[in-house]
């Protein structure tokens, strides 16, 4: 049995989940971050566990064929990214393997042709719209993995060029390095704005990070959401700020389209956008577990779910499964949360005697060089006819 501080030899055999390499030592699986699939290394123990132990590297004894050198001096220093030492393509192939090993173990036997081809981030590089910057003694930068200490930094290789050079002149912003924690971030108008993130009473807004990747996220959906055909009702559950909910309003407008979103700051700005372009959209400012056990939604009316990290709440998950429904397109940020979901309403149909299809599985990176992983699911609730096939 091994403890915390022992240093061992371990062969990586894959990636898993979190963005660590999964290895075996004697039958006890151990996890090792910022390794690569078929790496022989020395590792150390961190954390020892009944079922797992993590560890990090001490020594590569002998590398992957598929590593690259890492082009950002801080990674693995600074926690942001986590897969800088992988090319991008090999990236977006072990974050698709991860979410159809992920699905297949929570629901099983899912067909071959449901899984689409992955796509990936229109830009691998200077894509986020949003960081965080740490302040201390006036001294900033990014905390450093695991820790709360400063690593000063200046450019940051994932952030977008505008930031970049706000971060460097971030001195010259008056007052800005007297709090914490500063957000730089760009809005829909490519306007760059900073702002307090310790002080009170501030709403911390939803928007997708990767506006390159969001576009096609955006356009993905909308496509499959035409296809369906006319519907009477389209429900963007989880629906932030309309991201979805406008793009598909201006391709339906005849449909009514109702989002559904918790954060009043988001229902606003929603609102706003509605009233402006005249949309045949409203707003309901309801968490999504309340408002489904107070509507009832249609069969054939389409659904969305774009839930945070932490997935959806499960008595909304019992709700959908507990009709036919045509269509429903699940878009997640964290596949271990969306495999639950989908085993809950996959559950929850056969309780009611029917059948829950998964139509199709797609990844699109929205997080390149980082372990999330963002998928977007069809599935649909189907009666189940006496001759014992589903239609
Ligand atoms: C991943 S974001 C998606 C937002 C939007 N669809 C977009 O693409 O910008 C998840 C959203 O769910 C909201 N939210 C979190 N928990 C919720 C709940 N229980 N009911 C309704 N909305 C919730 C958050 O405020 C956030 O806006």
Redesign the pocket.
Known sequence: MFKVGDQFQVTIEKMANRGKGLGRVNDQVVFVPYSAPNDVLTVKATKVNKNFIEADIVDIVTPSNLRVAAPCPHFTECGGCHFQHLAYSTQVEIKDQLVKETLQRAIGNISETAFLPPIASPQEWNYRNRIQIHVNKNEYGFVKRNSHTLIPIENCKIAEPALNKALANIKSIPDLLKNEKVELLIDKNLQVHQRDLNSQGQPVL???VNRFANKLLVDLVVDKVVAYGPKAKIY??????G??LVAISKSLPKTELIG????SG?VKLGRAEIAQQKLNACYVH????DYLETVSINPEDTVLL???RTGC?AKAMMVLGSRPRNKIIY?S?EPTTLARDLRLVKDSAQKWGLSFRLDSVQTLDMFPQTEHIETVVEFSIDKIDTSGTTH
């Open positions: 939803f928007s997708q963007d559950l989880y629906s932030g700020d991201n979805f559904v979103e918790l954060n988001l309801s968490s999504v577990e774009d839930p945070p709440d878009i940020c």
